[in-house]
């Protein structure tokens, strides 16, 4: 017979195909209508679901960590520097934004310092789809910069009811004919307190907009949007977990279910049966047999409570039969694992660090999926730095420059050369630190990498760390220690290696 689609994908004559005809909508609009349904679901299982709260932290740990710093770069080209200025440039702005960064007055309202509001819009990004910032100017007595970051929930980005005819807002974005965002209408109070606020039920209260434009009239960012955009013409992003929602979430009754069952079963060691009849119970008991009976089983103490080389006296007509629970499931293991792995797999990272377990794990199995999952979370931090930090660091350094404290001449129109920069994250960490150290070694000795990008690797930045280590071999030297040079640590590490390769196979290594 003829195929009546050139496809077999696109064929509807198959029936396992037949049911499956998907609208094919814009970004916006397979996204928008169900954005609140998918967010409100995905903080849920944030919430109450272990392994969804321990992947949110596994992101935040891996993706920025402990460690923030900025690393600035300036293009000494572009700006007709030497290498030595821009480094000592470069130096200055790195310390004085470290007094803007490291300290709570980078917060609106006062609470965290740059790392902690980057974890919040990293995890309202992961969580929610989307995270907000509104950069203020709030001078304050006391405090020397004036440029703050004021943290707004993605929920109250929505569309004003008066303005919900306009084709040009979406979702609270209003764009120009170009796609580019002219202002973002935010909600004055979050939509959740209009259902309860100050332990009272409120629902009259009308929800009341401010429109924020984008960007002022000489460029300085007023909205920063941290999202992913995934298609052209998408507005907001969506949590992460979309893909694996459904999964998750029956993993997660499925676990709870098999747990509440072999609680259950636990905690019944016997039955106690009896094969009198009604007529035989009432003869033998009374009028009231049921009474006799559970007073019989009351003193019968050692049927509660099993205990070894008990004498158990049954009432008459009464046996005891064993109970041989269903539980631990045989299956329950190996069904987890492979929805795991699927889980897993939607959401970008390996098995092993979804669940946190290495124990079946071998030293190049673990190496392969760190490297696999490194990959994204590289990807990521690259995209949290230009959508997010990079912008923070300009809005920081234009103030700087205004107020004297940089010198930056023509910065408006050398913009990009100043705020060239990036950041130094947490580092990943060794698998096997004499392996790994001897590979960054033998990396750099063939100019295949330098001591800036290996310190950068483990969240170190090599200017600290070589000034560092001048000043322990000028001490050293001064008390008349001797100090290992970095051939004398080689030849160590080789002789390490022989050793254990020496060692016959099933020895103690």
Not at 213 to 231: F, M, N, S
């Amino acid at each position: 017979m003829a195929a009546t689609t050139q496809h077999a994908a696109a064929a509807y004559d198959d029936l396992s195909m037949a049911g499956w005809t998907p609208f094919s909508g814009s970004a916006d609009a397979d996204l928008l209508p169900e954005l609140g349904t998918l967010t409100a679901r995905s903080r849920d299982m944030s919430r109450n679901n272990g392994l969804a709260a321990g992947t949110l932290q596994t992101y935040k740990d891996n993706i920025v960590g402990s460690i923030l710093r900025l690393s600035s770069k300036p293009d000494y080209r572009l700006l007709g520097w030497t290498p030595e200025q821009a480094r000592e440039w470069a130096n200055l702005t790195e310390a004085k934004f470290r007094t803007w960064a490291d300290t709570t007055d980078c917060d609106a309202a006062g609470e965290l310092n740059l790392l902690g509001l980057t974890l919040q819009a990293l995890g309202g990004a992961i969580m929610n789809g989307d995270a907000l910032a509104l950069p203020l100017w709030l001078p304050r007595p006391g405090e020397h910069w004036a440029t703050r970051l004021m943290m707004v929930e993605s929920d109250r980005l929505g569309t004003p009811p008066e303005l919900v005819h306009r084709p040009d807002i979406r979702s609270g974005i209003e764009r120009d004919r170009y796609g580019a965002p002219v202002a973002y209408h935010i909600a004055r109070e979050h939509p959740g307190d209009s259902f309860i606020l100050n332990g009272m039920p409120i629902y009259s209260r009308a929800p009341k907009f401010d429109r924020i434009p984008a960007k002022t009239a000489w460029g300085r960012r007023r909205v920063i949007h941290l999202h992913d955009k995934e298609r052209t013409g998408q507005s907001r992003g969506k949590p992460i977990v979309t893909a694996v929602m459904r999964e998750f979430h029956m993993a997660g009754k499925y676990s709870n279910t098999e747990l509440q069952a072999a609680v259950a079963n636990s905690l019944i060691a016997a039955f106690l049966e009896s094969d009198l009849s009604p007529d035989a119970s009432a003869q033998l008991f009374g009028e009231e047999p049921r009474n006799v009976w559970n007073e019989s089983v009351r003193q019968a103490r050692g049927i509660r409570e099993l205990k070894g080389a008990a004498v158990i006296p049954l009432p008459a007509g009464a046996r005891l039969s064993s109970f041989t629970p269903g539980r631990p499931n045989a299956a329950f293991e190996a069904f987890m694992l492979a929805t795991l792995r699927h889980i897993a797999a939607g959401l970008n990272i390996p098995y092993e660090l979804l669940v946190k377990d290495f124990s079946k794990t071998n030293y190049s199995s673990a190496r392969a999926a760190l490297l696999e999952a490194w990959r994204y979370f590289h990807g990521r931090r690259r995209w949290l730095t230009d959508t997010w930090l990079r912008p923070i660091f300009e809005l920081w350094l234009e103030e700087a420059v205004n107020a004297g404290e940089i010198e930056a001449p023509d910065f408006y129109a050398n913009r990009y050369a100043y705020t060239r920069c990036r950041f130094i994250f947490a580092g990943r960490g060794w698998v096997d630190p004499v392996k790994e150290a001897s590979a960054a070694v033998m990396r750099m000795e063939a100019g295949l990498s330098t001591l800036e990008m290996e310190c950068a690797e483990q969240g170190l930045d090599y200017e600290e760390v070589a000034e560092q280590r001048a000043a322990e071999k000028r001490l050293l030297e001064s008390l008349g220690l001797p100090g290992l040079t970095i051939d004398q640590v080689t030849a160590l590490n080789a002789s390490t290696r022989q050793e254990r390769d020496d060692v016959p196979a099933g020895g103690d290594q």
